[in-house]
């Protein structure tokens, strides 16, 4: 089933003529509400009747995570605060949390984006839905809650941690879709067995991860250990939460809803648009939003578009799944290093749990690359032959990835800690 067929199999020419229309209106509110956007499009010697048409994009200028931090907390907002009926923020690593604001439209728009991303899922109103994302600043928890409601499905709103608890929830109330971070599904997926849950008391079918990279080899992991078809949902905060972008029954890309939110691929370095199909950074213009609408949004994640026919009939485009941020990238002895590059390689390895971590560090004016990898129950052993058999296995596998060498630590089974939310695979002691 589709959820909104008229726009999510609208025609291109279609398509242009509504986003066309929506950008006009947009940068018209923006330059009469924002300073910001007035003194940017000022300095490039742009008024908005001079913008007739989306092609024209390319020539407006970008907004970064910075320029919200600068107008920190509501200098971005196009309404008055008694039009503003939430505000989320998501907490950098350094600095001021950046803020977003939403009215009820924003809301209402933003359960449509999540109710086309379940439905694309093949998630319906029979359904239960566990929400183990985070319910507060984060937008996981609230904004796949709504969308969850305004499918009809019966949600557990029962936010992170506690995994005992989430495994009685969802046996005793028969949750059939399981919506949080690949990386806790994954924990939740061994906790069952560790538990010693009978699988046969666990009824998912769905999982919706997202809110951090996950590999194909991952999915084919998680698929395994629940039971379940996993789907990738993408989003961030600044656009509008989870509902960006969803994975069809095709996975062939995350479908973006770009009668909302229209994407770009530029060059991170020359900022120029690139064609479909090549790789650099996403951009985002929202076109509908009311509080806080964002004119070419640079995300720092980094995928490609692809327009092809798409077998489930949708027309919108699509963006490959998104394996990293320009900030993730690492920089090591020269060579791009990305987290998601070794979890593949690890996932594709019987012997590995979906646990790792990298670490960095520079000694001597040389950087070092670590890498910690927690080895799988069955194959933890007290054979040093065979552990170092597994880890040689690894090292060989990542250095042909990469192209350089890593050290690898193998962990016994259990010993990382595990995340509740967003992993953290990077600890980069150059940086500390
Ligand atoms: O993570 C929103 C979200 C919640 C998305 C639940 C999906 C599910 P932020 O905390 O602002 O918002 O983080 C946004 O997370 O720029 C990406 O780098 C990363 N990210 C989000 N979804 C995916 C995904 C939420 N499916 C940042 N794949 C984004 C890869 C993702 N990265």
Partial sequence: MIWNPEKECADR?????????????????????????????K??????GDIKSVNQLKDLPFTTKSDLRDNYPFGLFTVHQTDVVRIHASSGTTGKPTVVGYTQKDIDLWAEVVARSLTMAGIHNGDTIQVAYGYGPFTGGLGVHYGAEKVGATVIPISTGNTKKQLQFMTDFNATVLACTPSYAAHLGESILKEGIDPADIKLRTGVFGAEPWTNEMRKEIEKILNIQAFDIYGLSEVIGPGV???????????????????EIIDPDTLEVLPDGEQGELVFTTISKEAMPLLRYRTRDLTRLHREKCDCGRTLVRMDKCLGRTDDMLIIRGVNVFPSQV?????????????YQLIIRRENNLDTLEIHVEIDEKNWSDSIRELEGIRRRIDQNVKSILGISALIKLVEPNSMERSEGKAKRIIDHRKC
């Avoid at 018209?28 to 910001?36: A, G, L, T």
């Avoid at 062939?252 to 229209?262: K, P, R, S, T, Y």
């Avoid at 979890?343 to 646990?355: A, F, I, K, N, Y």
């Fill in 13 to 41: 020419q279609q398509m242009h003529a509504w986003q066309s229309k929506q950008v006009i209106e947009m940068i018209q509110r923006m330059y009469e509400n924002v300073p910001f956007y007035r003194n940017r499009l």
């Fill in 343 to 355: 979890e593949s390689v690890l996932m594709e390895m019987t012997e590995t749990s979906p646990h």
């Fill in 43 to 48: 300095e490039k010697g742009m008024e908005p």
């Fill in 245 to 263: 972008s969803m994975e069809c029954e095709c996975h062939c890309g995350n479908h973006v809803f770009e009668d909302h939110f229209i994407p």
